[in-house]
């Protein structure tokens, strides 16, 4: 049986460099395996099946090469890959019993976490830019939204949220970590990282907050207006028309409300308050619960999407 090695404690106090951390896989007193074989494994293929059918349906068919579906497809494809940072991983130590992550493992989800996030925190926002433009300027659609400003934008929110994780994950590890070797979540981030720290972390967790304030306010800020905007423009509209757009546009609000919320409580939390199960359980809310909520919205909801799966359905058979 494997058995993972724990970091050394000197009689200095001082720790030698470990060579990896190890990912609780469920509280004292909690057994949490039926999540690890059924819900994190069904959601995890829901999700892939869902957001692949997306990409596949807005690729092939031609009617869906718009700016909403360019943005719905490139959405999808973050979808898949920021699920399948997490999950997997996690039913798979939970599977085996080896819980150990080694240090560049450990740095490297963190970054992909944090990269997947902010891009998600984006995409949101720009599709929350392109139902404004859609209800409130329709004639010049075409105008604002044209394929090079598409490109460019989506290429912007890639390189921000590079830029945003290399920072966060590059200042974790310029940390000492001797305080224990076992990471409170089923996945490494940083807030658990950071109660290992035996160094000073005031920097860190200002970092936090500050970018969450520029970042995540910026966004929620750009949101909440373009659908004070769009909800007044909406209100002129016929009943019929009226009751479409609220249709489309809830449920986006929803989730990027739910994505906030839970992001920031894992984030933002005091260490000092804070209970494992409940990070965790937010935790797998931020990491799963947009991906898989967003291909149903998007393609349940949505009559064009339905018409061009039922095509693409009828093309193959």
């Not at 995540?216 to 009943?239: N, Q």
């Not at 546009?249 to 409300?257: A, D, K, Q």
């Amino acid at each position: 049986m494997y058995l993972p090695r724990q970091l050394e404690f000197p009689a200095n106090g001082q720790c030698k460099h470990g060579t990896e951390f190890l990912l609780l896989s469920s509280p004292e007193g909690w057994d949490l395996s039926f999540l690890y074989f059924t819900v994190f494994p069904m959601t995890h293929l829901v999700t892939l099946l869902g957001n692949l059918l997306i990409v596949t349906v807005t690729t092939a068919d031609q009617n869906l090469h718009t700016p909403m579906y360019f943005f719905l497809r490139n959405m999808s494809i973050l979808d898949m890959c920021f699920i399948s940072v997490t999950v997997p991983n996690a039913c798979v130590n939970s599977l085996t019993g080896n819980r150990a992550i080694s240090v560049p493992g450990c740095a490297t989800q963190i970054f992909l976490v944090i990269f997947c996030a902010s891009a998600e925190y984006l995409f949101l926002t720009i599709m929350a830019m392109d139902h404004y433009v859609a209800i409130c300027q329709p004639f010049q659609y075409l105008l604002i939204m044209n394929p090079q400003f598409c490109v460019h934008i989506i290429l912007a929110s890639l390189l921000s949220g590079l830029l945003y994780a290399g920072e966060h994950t590059g200042n974790t590890f310029r940390l000492s970590f001797c305080q224990s070797n076992v990471v409170h979540q089923f996945f490494c981030d940083v807030p658990s990282l950071l109660r290992l720290s035996c160094s000073d972390t005031t920097s860190n967790q200002v970092l936090l907050l500050v970018s969450a304030v520029l970042i995540c306010g910026s966004c929620f800020t750009f949101i909440a207006m373009s659908y004070i905007r769009i909800f007044s423009t909406v209100l002129k509209f016929p009943t019929r028309k009226s009751v479409k757009a609220f249709s489309i546009c809830t449920p986006h609000i929803l989730v990027f409300s739910m994505f906030l919320s839970y992001g920031t409580a894992v984030y933002l939390r005091s260490s000092a308050t804070s209970d494992i199960l409940q990070d965790m359980v937010f935790s797998a809310f931020y990491t799963m619960a947009p991906p898989f909520l967003n291909h149903l919205i998007y393609s349940l909801r949505n009559e064009q999407v339905k018409e061009a799966v039922r095509r693409l359905i009828f093309f193959i058979i």
